[in-house]
Structure formats: structure tokens, C-alpha cells
């Protein structure tokens, strides 16, 4: 009984801090009351459901069959959602099977997570981008454009460049600058 005590309370620490350290590096979508509890409550239905099937081919057939059926209603916004999900139904089964699987994968994501975002600060510093500009859910974006007849060394310099290209006869030069405020 105390080990299922403390794989519950495992599962829901282990999605409690996936969303504290996704906020953390800055993922909009994870700040809404639902998308918290929902990472504190599904690595525990998923260990629950693989504690009830283990040892039940029949069982398990039947819930897998079941649900094949459910779906998320949501479509999902972005590859990075996804993975967190399926990370956190792998948390919930690893608990079920062996905690110490199931805290290694929550280091390793956590881990990942935040190395991402110290080496997007580091890079950041030096006005250069790690990663490129994609859609960002919630996060609001201004962006400023420029085409100009000749190049303006300002912008090729700015921190807030993320795309330039001149026009194939050199006679047009076009700027992408982009701010998660109005400073560009």
C-alpha cells in the first residue's frame, strides 16, 4: 500500500514539475488551469490503468480496444505537447513497472527542457538564435518588415533579425525582425 502511495504521489510530482519547467522556458500553453491538472492526472490514471491490466491478458485486450475508441478532443498544438503527453503516460507505466525508470525519464525531460532554454539565453546574449521562430501557441509576437533599396547595417545586426534576403538583381533588400514586445 505504501508503495502505491508513493508511485501516485511520484506520478503527480513528476507532471507537476514538467509544467513548472515548461513554463519556466517560456511555453504559454501550459499555464491554463486544465493543461496543470492534466499533467498531474495523467500519469496516474495511466498507472492505475497498467496496475489493473498487468496481469490480465483478457483485461488488457479489452482496454486497449477501448481505448482505441477515446481520443483527445483537442487537437494538439505542437510536436513538443505531444512528446510531453507520451512522457507522461510513460511516467505512469514506468511507476506501475519500476519507479526508478520513471524518475530517470522525468530527469531526462526535465533535464532536456531546461538545457534548451540556458544554451537559447547563452546564444540569446550574443545576438544570435539557437533555434528558429515557429509558431508559438498564446505567445504574442510583433513583427516588423522592411524592404529598403539598399542594406541598413542596423538591421542586419539587430537582435530582433530573424530573416533577410536581398532580391535576385541586388536591387531590393527585405528584413524580418521579430519582439515578444513592441521595441523592435
Not at 86 to 93: D, E, Y
Amino acid at each position: 500500500m505504501n508503495l502505491i502511495l508513493l508511485s501516485t504521489l511520484g506520478c503527480i510530482l513528476s507532471g507537476l514539475s514538467m509544467r513548472i519547467v515548461l513554463q519556466f522556458c517560456n511555453q504559454v500553453w501550459v499555464r491554463s488551469y486544465q493543461t496543470t491538472v492534466t499533467y498531474m492526472v495523467l500519469p496516474v490514471v495511466t498507472y492505475v490503468i497498467t496496475n489493473v491490466i498487468s496481469n490480465n491478458i483478457a483485461l488488457s485486450l479489452g482496454m486497449v480496444g477501448a481505448l482505441s475508441i477515446v481520443r483527445f478532443r483537442n487537437p494538439v498544438k505542437s510536436s513538443l505537447e505531444l512528446a510531453i503527453y507520451f512522457a507522461l503516460i510513460t511516467i505512469g507505466i514506468a511507476y506501475s513497472v519500476n519507479y526508478k525508470w520513471a524518475i530517470l525519464l522525468n530527469l531526462i525531460v526535465l533535464i532536456a527542457l531546461l538545457l534548451t532554454k540556458i544554451l537559447d539565453k547563452i546564444f540569446r546574449n550574443k545576438n544570435k538564435f539557437l533555434f528558429s521562430l515557429s509558431f508559438n501557441e498564446g505567445q504574442n509576437l510583433n513583427f516588423l518588415e522592411v524592404s529598403s533599396a539598399k542594406p541598413i547595417e542596423h538591421l542586419e545586426n539587430s537582435k530582433f533579425l530573424i530573416n533577410s534576403f536581398e532580391d535576385k538583381d541586388n536591387s531590393i533588400f527585405n528584413y524580418k525582425l521579430s519582439s515578444d514586445d513592441e521595441s523592435i
